[in-house]
């Protein structure tokens, strides 16, 4: 069975510029999660979809981050215009959606990005 | 007060060692705790979830929870150089789904 994948693993963009990150969680996962490591911090927590509806966006930074999950499968998170503190790595996760808080989460790769 | 709470290292032991990793949260009402693994570069990868008081094991690693001191620990005995890693603690918050990590402690295993 495929893992959560990223697209894409690496990106940089010049300050004003808009990106989109693309997440496909495992095959059947209800759940998806959206989460950002700046250098040098920890984890921080973006946002919730179950299926195709947001359950929690209360880790979103401001309105320049709009996250998607048409028909409830893979999900997009685009920045726009992009800024220079959003420098980090974006990890997408997600987990079968059990109905309880242990749910396992599965992360993905991650998606390097780079504003210069 | 942070949120969650590691001491960040490192912390270094020699292989064959127990390692012993702390972690403290600040919200009464979480319920779920769990520890990822980390290595550089890479994804966290679950090790264990614990939500009830007390040790639970599996294999070499034994999460441990006090939710009265607000503490959860993770011990990983016998340690192999594979262990090397950074360990993240994570709790859900208010006991819903939003995660909340700790900034992580990194570990080194001597051979």
């Known amino acids: 069975e495929a893992g959560v994948t990223q697209f894409p693993s690496h990106s940089v963009i010049e300050k004003g510029q808009t990106v989109t990150l693309r997440c496909d969680p495992i095959?059947?996962?209800?759940?998806l999660y959206w989460y950002r490591r700046v250098m040098g911090k920890e984890i921080k927590f973006l946002l919730h979809f179950v299926k195709e509806s947001k359950q929690d966006e209360s880790g979103m930074p401001n309105n320049r981050f709009l996250a998607e999950r048409t028909g409830g499968t893979y999900s997009t998170l685009k920045v726009q215009p992009a800024e220079l503190e959003d420098s980090g790595v974006y990890f997408c996760a997600s987990s079968l959606g059990q109905g309880h808080s242990t749910d396992t989460q599965y992360f993905g790769p991650g998606t390097r990005l780079t504003v210069l | 007060q942070k949120e969650v709470e590691q001491n960040s290292g490192p912390l270094s032991v020699p292989e064959g060692a127990i390692a012993s990793l702390n972690c403290t949260y600040s919200d009464r009402g979480s319920q779920s705790f769990f520890w990822y693994r980390q290595y550089s570069g890479k994804s966290p990868e679950l090790i264990m979830f614990i939500y009830s008081n007390g040790d639970k094991e599996d294999g070499r690693f034994t999460a441990q929870l006090n939710k009265a001191s607000q503490y959860v620990s993770l011990l990983i005995r016998d340690s192999q150089p594979s262990d090397s890693a950074t360990y993240l603690c994570a709790v859900n918050w208010g006991g819903g789904f939003k995660t909340i990590f700790g900034a992580g402690t990194r570990l080194f295993v001597k051979a």
């Open positions: 095959s059947g996962h209800d759940n």
